[in-house]
């Protein structure tokens, strides 16, 4: 999901007799409201969705404090 803001999700699905939740990992987004998913009263999409990376991505310059971690 860390390359894939906002296109992949993970859902999860309340169900309405037992009220156990089931989960589902790399899930399309676009996927989700046409889906099967969608007929259940309580469902819920988690996704990383964050600003956009202006270089490489897997280059990133961070202070290595873990004091200064909340600002990586």
Known sequence: ???????????????GENKLVHYYNDIR?????DSHFSKNDH??????????FT??????ERDPDPEKGAEA
């Open 55 to 60: 270089d490489d991505p897997f280059s990133v």
């Open 1 to 15: 999901m860390f390359l894939q803001p906002g296109f992949l999700c993970d859902v999860f699905v309340v169900s």
């Open 43 to 52: 469902y819920y999409t988690v996704s990383l969705e964050y600003g956009h």
């Open 29 to 33: 987004m676009d996927y989700v409201p």
